[in-house]
């Protein structure tokens, strides 16, 4: 392969990946607009309710009924915790914080993975690796600034957000030693689905029709960004995509301006540089134990 051919299929990759940055924004607006008004609960049954049902028809239709066969359901069944776990308190934490320090904040999950490899795979940090940690924790200190007025504990949310998220991560690596992509997506779909269907009824809304609209574009949103991820590790490695991942976090404040009117403060735009350099450290020593879900 010819430089300018790689070089060619890297900006693709590239174009594809700040795809799912934007995507995955998105997601996270159309997610604050529906819980002013719909219980998040119900939010996150609806998303992944349409999200399985769409994930679950693409995979049977290209991989067949062996979709179905794993080594490990009850690792899977913990897979699904912990993206639930996930969902709930980013969600939850957008009821009361600003997206884009939201969205920030769950950038930590990189950090976390470098603290929680070493009890799942026995791999040790470097020196470079522990600076990003603290870094990360040192602008997660400077958005949330706990010394202040303006200080909430729904900020911790999002910061449980990036550990489950890790969890996630690790545990996702673990499952792809025996079983495909395929059938991790579509486990971890499915059992997400099955608790929150066995929770929702306590929570139960009548949306209207808008909200249905918002809450189907949400599920499809899921699997599109899951798909364009897919494909733009077919066009470059990891090092080369991981970095744009963080234009998720200006596109958040996009969002946050246009649609709620939060402008971040300086403070936090500091905070969310740390956090950026700190990602940029770890990524720059590591693969990604997963993609995101």
């Known amino acids: 392969m010819t430089f300018d051919h790689r070089s060619h299929r890297h900006v693709i990759g590239m174009w594809l990946m700040a795809g799912v940055a934007l995507v995955f924004a998105s997601h996270d607006a159309i997610s604050k607009t529906l819980i002013f008004s ?51 308190t980013f969600l939850f934490g957008l009821t009361h914080v600003p997206i884009a320090e939201s969205t920030a904040l769950v950038f930590l999950a990189p950090a976390f993975v470098t603290i929680l490899s070493p009890f799942f795979f026995g791999i040790k940090a470097d020196r470079l690796q ?33 550990l489950f998220f890790a969890l996630y991560q690790l545990l996702t690596q673990l499952a ?20 929150l269907s066995v929770i929702v009824p306590f929570y ?40 744009l991942g963080y234009l998720q976090i200006i596109f958040a404040t996009i969002y946050g301006i246009l649609l709620f009117g939060n402008y971040p403060v300086a403070s936090s ?25």
């Open 269 to 293: 735009v500091f905070g969310i540089g740390l956090i950026f350099i700190s990602g940029l450290l770890v990524y720059g020593r590591r693969q990604p134990a997963a993609a995101a879900q």
């Open 176 to 195: 792809s030693e025996t079983d495909s992509p395929s059938v991790c997506s579509f486990y971890v779909g499915v059992f997400s689905t099955l608790i």
């Open 38 to 88: 719909l219980p998040v609960i119900f939010v996150a049954w609806a998303r992944y309710l349409v999200h399985s049902a769409l994930v679950t028809t693409v995979i049977l239709r290209s991989k067949g009924e062996k979709v179905f066969h794993t080594r490990r359901p009850w690792l899977h069944l913990l897979r699904a915790v912990c993206l639930l776990a996930d969902s709930l």
């Open 204 to 243: 139960w809304a009548h949306p209207d029709w808008l909200q249905v609209g918002l809450l189907l574009v949400l599920g499809g949103l899921g699997l599109c960004a899951h798909f364009l991820m897919a494909q733009s590790y077919r066009f470059a490695s990891s090092s080369v995509l991981a970095p």
């Open 130 to 162: 522990w600076l990003s940690v603290v870094l990360g924790f040192i602008g997660v200190l400077v958005i949330i600034n706990p010394a202040s007025d303006s200080f909430t504990l729904w900020m911790l949310f999002p910061l449980a957000t990036a």
